[in-house]
């Protein structure tokens, strides 16, 4: 049974960091992609981020590009999402999820497992 725990949220003040962790068991780490999705209150879920299986593809949601890093220790069967100059529309739930797919999948159905999530909250 696939098992993906986040850790690392909490409340952040604006321009400040975060770094998201999700650690995996139950899976091949190395077969899948792995990303990142995000809910904010009242809002759909929406993508923020994607690593292929070797870490060697990446793709960032326009809204993070250039703040938010994924990265990921198939070592330690782990997955990161560095948050860097955050803003109070970050503020979200954050779902880390897997993909047996080779390419970096950025839509919701794609990811057959998910993570139940950690707050991220940004004031302002």
């Known amino acids: 049974q696939v098992q993906l725990v986040e850790s690392g949220g909490g409340l952040v003040q604006a321009g400040g960091s975060l770094r998201l962790s999700c650690a995996a068991s139950?899976?091949?780490?190395?077969?899948?992609?792995l990303g990142w999705f995000r809910q904010a209150p009242g809002k759909a879920r929406e993508f923020v981020a994607v690593?292929?299986?070797?870490?060697?593809?990446?793709s960032h949601a326009d809204s993070v590009k250039g703040r938010f890093t994924i990265s990921r220790d198939n070592a330690n069967n782990t997955v990161y999402l560095q948050m860097n100059s955050l803003k109070p529309e970050d503020t979200a739930v954050y779902y880390c999820?897997?993909?047996?797919?080779?390419?970096?999948?950025?839509?919701?159905?794609?990811?057959?497992?998910w993570g139940q999530g950690t707050q991220v909250t940004v004031s302002s």
């Open positions: 999820a897997a993909a047996r797919n080779p390419y970096i999948p950025t839509w919701e159905g794609a990811f057959g497992s």
């Open positions: 690593i292929s299986w070797s870490g060697g593809r990446t």
């Open positions: 139950g899976l091949t780490f190395g077969a899948y992609a």
